[in-house]
């Protein structure tokens, strides 16, 4: 939902590119100091209680957003929110919940725990697509004013944030770390993979910067000029496609492995995103985008088990966290660039660079890891 809404929210505060840039920069800022928290304290503080403070902030910037006028008031309620505008779920949390996953399952169900995981939240990814519509259902229904309307939206956000409160409350207490450690010493092992890995997961993450919800939504907004109701429906339909895609996923690694699925998969979703700014009409543009979502996500569930696969189990928290630190820095670096592309060279400059650098980092993936293989392909 924020991901589709935020760029037209800050169009219709009469924000410029330039402040969506500075606002998404902002937003994976404050995600990537709270994921720095909970990579090297996040197992100290407690999962749960670690769980519970982060989704009280998040909860607390959307009500700064709904309720903002000033362009830097709202880049502090992104900061203190850590407000994704990437469209998908990106924040400390998930570090969290991927080093509690594993424990649920034997090597072989890894993979199919976190399809499931990452189903369930393509699920809720697209119905918050679908509510992507609100402001102007509430404006055809009440005739609220436009900008009321997307503030109420935001009020919805920060609600849906804190229904998560009591869901992490009631946590059993196996979702804490196995051994309790005061200092964590890595493997030589486990640290030399995971430092390979995390320099090519920054690149990566520096062209997904590129390519963000709010991004591609005022792409589509000022290339085609269509709603928030229509870019809702899009989202939502690339959601469903994304869902389908890791259940395709688990299915996939068990057959050709995990590293070649990540890759084999996300080199063809970038040369669809490559020609969707080429595209004569919306309607072709949508199919092309379409397409590629149902693609672009399969390397996440196994992304995730292949580095939870190649540490120890009380590693995990630190593998996680340090692996979406990269990221998030990559992501909170790139929207400011992306921004400038769009008023500077074209609309759709920053889909194209964002779809050469991640064909770039899927090659040197496959060159560095295609020999080191997890448990159960051993």
């Known amino acids: ?9 800050v169009a219709r505060l009469g924000l410029s590119a330039t402040w969506l840039g500075l606002i998404l920069s902002a937003g994976l800022g404050g995600a990537t100091l709270s994921v720095a928290v909970a990579t ?14 982060l989704t009280a902030l998040s909860a607390g910037g959307g009500v700064m957003l709904a309720l903002g006028n000033d362009g830097w008031l709202i880049v502090a309620a992104a900061l203190l929110g850590m407000l994704n505008g990437m469209g998908r779920d990106r924040g400390a949390a998930l570090v969290i919940e991927q080093a509690i996953l594993p424990a649920t399952t034997d090597d072989a169900g890894r993979t199919r725990a976190f399809a499931r995981y990452n189903l369930l939240m393509d699920i809720g990814h697209g119905l918050g697509a679908l509510a ?20 109420a939206a935001f009020l919805v956000y920060a609600g849906l944030l804190a229904a998560g409160l009591p869901l992490y409350a009631g946590l059993s207490a196996a979702a804490e770390v196995p051994a309790r450690v005061e200092r964590l010493v890595m493997a030589p092992q ?20 590129f390519l963000g919800a709010a991004l591609v939504s ?4 000022e290339s085609f000029g269509v709603s928030a109701a229509v870019i809702g429906l899009l989202f939502f339909g690339a959601r469903l496609m994304n869902a389908l895609s890791h259940l395709g996923a688990a299915w996939l690694a068990v057959r050709i492995g995990l590293v070649n699925t990540m890759v084999f998969t996300h080199i063809p979703s970038s040369l669809l995103l490559l020609t969707i700014p080429l595209a004569p009409n919306f309607a072709v543009a949508a199919i092309l985008f379409l397409l590629r979502e149902g693609l672009v996500e399969m390397d996440v569930p196994t992304r995730q088990s292949y580095v939870m696969a190649m540490v120890k189990p009380e590693e995990r928290t630190f593998a996680s966290g340090v692996t979406h630190l990269v990221r998030l820095g990559g992501w909170g670096v790139a929207p400011v660039f992306a921004g400038w592309l769009m008023g500077a060279v074209a609309v759709g400059a920053p889909l194209m660079v964002g779809a050469a650098m991640k064909i770039g980092y899927d090659l040197a993936l496959w060159a560095s890891f295609r020999k080191l293989k997890p448990p159960e392909e051993r």
């Open 132 to 151: 992507a519509a609100l402001p102007e259902l509430l404006v055809f229904a009440t005739g609220m004013e436009e900008l009321t309307a997307y503030r």
């Open 190 to 209: 486990s640290r030399k993979v995971l430092w390979r890995i995390s320099l090519l997961f920054a690149i990566d993450s520096i062209a997904g910067g």
């Open 40 to 53: 090297w304290w996040g197992d100290r503080i407690g999962r749960r209680r670690a769980l519970l403070w």
């Open 1 to 9: 939902m924020s991901g589709v809404l935020l760029g037209l929210y």
């Open 218 to 221: 005022w792409f589509f907004f």
